[in-house]
């Protein structure tokens, strides 16, 4: 079956460090790859997102890539702020049996906490 | 643009009672969807909508949970009984359909608490 899994957290960094969470995946066909963030007392948000191999999603800073050789899909930011912290959760889509839309199969989410 | 909209945001109630969630999705989009995420733990699907037709249900405890989305529009997620182990986070998400946009918009939830 199709899952995602990423590195545990609670991560706890200083502001302006640099930030890797680890996210690998496994799926039958050729998934989208997507990282969403969810900040305290809000739904998840779309951060950023690859839809094939060796593409490179980008915002706010943050990047990933999606890598098929290594089926990983890490999330990097070169310098935190406070306002970064949130939890973090890697996800996957693949087409549904049926219809378009596209199913998305979580991992379990990195708590980052940025101190100033 | 609005954006999903859940309520209620919280609500506790004592074990065997029913309990109801409502989700009103992005304007256009087609597809809704019903997740729940345990405490630590990413979101899950229970249950898929394509206008007002469920076409995936099968991670709904149909036991004790229902769902309807009259219309193709809102959707409301029941239980009934609720027992403690349903203590979580109801997620309701929208897309469109078809075409390149089919990026999931997520609300901000209900989170349930049975005592």
């Known amino acids: 079956g199709n899952s995602v899994t990423q590195m545990e957290g609670p991560v706890t960094l200083s502001e302006e460090a640099f930030l890797t969470i680890n996210c690998t995946y496994t799926?039958?066909?050729?998934?989208?790859l997507f990282w969403y963030v969810q900040y305290p007392g809000e739904g998840l948000q779309l951060l950023l997102k690859?839809?094939?191999?060796?593409d490179k999603g980008s915002n706010k800073g943050f990047e990933a890539t999606y890598r098929k050789e290594t089926t990983s899909f890490h999330l990097e930011k070169g310098s935190v702020q406070v306002s970064d912290s949130a939890v973090y959760f890697c996800a996957l889509s693949l087409p549904f049996s049926s219809g378009s839309a596209r199913q998305l199969t979580f991992g379990s989410g990195t708590q980052l906490t940025v101190l100033p | 643009e609005a954006g999903v909209v859940q309520s209620p945001r919280y609500k506790i109630i004592e074990k065997k009672q029913p309990v109801a969630f409502w989700c009103n999705p992005i304007?256009?989009?087609?597809?809704l969807y019903w997740y729940l995420q345990n405490l630590g733990q990413g979101p899950e699907l229970l249950i898929r909508?394509?206008?007002?037709?469920?076409?995936?249900d099968s991670q709904l405890p149909k036991d004790r949970f229902s769902a309807e989305r009259l219309k193709g529009v809102d959707s409301t997620l029941k239980i009934q009984p609720a027992e403690l182990g349903d203590s979580a986070v109801y997620l309701c998400a929208s897309s469109l359909r078809s075409g390149p946009n089919t990026e999931a918009f997520f609300g901000q939830g209900t989170r349930l608490t049975v005592v």
């Open positions: 690859a839809t094939k191999a060796d």
């Open positions: 909508y394509e206008n007002e037709e469920a076409v995936d």
């Open positions: 304007s256009g989009h087609n597809t």
């Open positions: 799926a039958t066909g050729y998934p989208s």
